[in-house]
């Protein structure tokens, strides 16, 4: 039997470098919109998908083998690694995260745990050695960003506004420190096993830090995000960041020591090459589009594609994940689409 040949094109261009096609991966590429996810999920709940390491890959691999993507995204929630260090955290069909023991004190963020990634995770790691033998693509591992983590855990699940965060933030200065502390140490350590694991590259989800506006993030957030991906540079292995309705904070990314900025569909990539943003970028396609007419559809990833070729380093992707009432033949035709793509000189 040959061996597959190796697609290096995403970490080609993660790092900036030129690629023979646009390399194409979508966030949430492994979910409801797919019958095969839909038939694996009524057997199992969310996590113990995550914790049974055969289903776990195969739901990763999934995407790849059915849509023919550049890169494999473990399939795994940001929650993962916070029930082992004592968050009472469920997934709730149609909520989201639900958290029992919200932080409230100083003395909550003090009784947190310390991750032990091979006693408490062992079966994301066991995960991703088994992909790294199945893949032809790079693996991206992941994590929640602190920011993101907090908010959960102080809202008790899903905010629309994050009041709650924002007041514990400004009136308990003390407790919020400690817990970036927290969370920064237990995202370094995940991210640092994923890695050793196998991970080939990893994107940090701050998905609500746009809530935030730019004086607080450099206040609250700056450091922490710093200390992270610092910890990280000496892997090697690229890494990417992303939040939802952050452009007012993308100079403010640009200047961390990432090496891919993840948009949403807010902001264009002309925008944020005319911001001053010199990173790889990675997306940046409204998902609601996937619903779209195809001649709708083609023309927006044809323009975001003229955007984002216009100099290395791109990385086509959604503005935020794929949603259960996306097609997988739409995902099909447009990932084709993209790898065949030549821009108009």
Not at 16 to 28: I, K, N
């Amino acid at each position: 039997m040959t061996a597959k040949t190796f697609n290096d094109t995403f970490l080609k261009a993660c790092r900036g470098e030129a690629t023979e096609h646009v390399p194409v991966w979508y966030m949430r590429q492994a979910g409801r919109y797919q019958p095969e996810y839909r038939a694996i999920r009524a057997k199992h709940s969310f996590f113990e998908m995550n914790y049974i390491p055969e289903v776990c890959a195969e739901v990763t691999r999934l995407p790849v083998d059915q849509l023919g993507v550049d890169a494999a995204i473990l399939f795994a929630d940001i929650m993962t690694p916070l029930k082992p260090i004592g968050v009472d955290v469920n997934i709730e069909s149609g909520i989201g995260p639900v958290i029992a023991n919200p932080i409230e004190s100083l003395k909550d963020v003090e009784r947190l745990l310390e991750l032990d990634p091979e006693t408490h995770v062992p079966y994301i790691l066991e995960s991703i050695k088994i992909l790294r033998q199945q893949l032809s693509v790079p693996l991206i591992g992941f994590a929640g960003a602190p920011f993101t983590l907090a908010s959960y855990m102080i809202e008790g699940g899903p905010s629309k506004h994050y009041h709650k965060t924002k007041a514990f933030m400004y009136t308990e200065p003390a407790a919020w420190q400690a817990l970036m502390e927290k969370l920064g140490d237990m995202t370094i350590t995940y991210l640092k096993a994923q890695i050793k694991a196998g991970a080939q590259a990893v994107q940090v989800f701050d998905s609500w830090v746009g809530a935030l506006n730019d004086e607080d993030y450099r206040e609250y957030i700056t450091p922490v995000m710093t200390r992270i991906f610092n910890a990280l540079k000496d892997t090697g292995v690229p890494m990417i960041y992303f939040g939802i309705g952050a452009g007012h904070l993308l100079m403010d990314w640009n200047r961390l020591p990432v090496d891919v900025v993840g948009l949403d569909w807010r902001t264009s990539i002309t925008t944020a090459r005319e911001m001053g943003v010199t990173k790889t970028l990675q997306g940046n396609l409204d998902p609601t589009l996937l619903l779209a007419p195809w001649e709708k559809l083609e023309a927006k990833a044809k323009e975001i594609l003229d955007e984002g070729t216009k100099q290395p380093g791109f990385i086509f992707n959604l503005g935020h994940g794929v949603f259960p009432d996306a097609k997988v033949e739409t995902l099909q035709q447009l990932t084709k689409f993209i790898h065949s793509y030549k821009r108009d000189v």
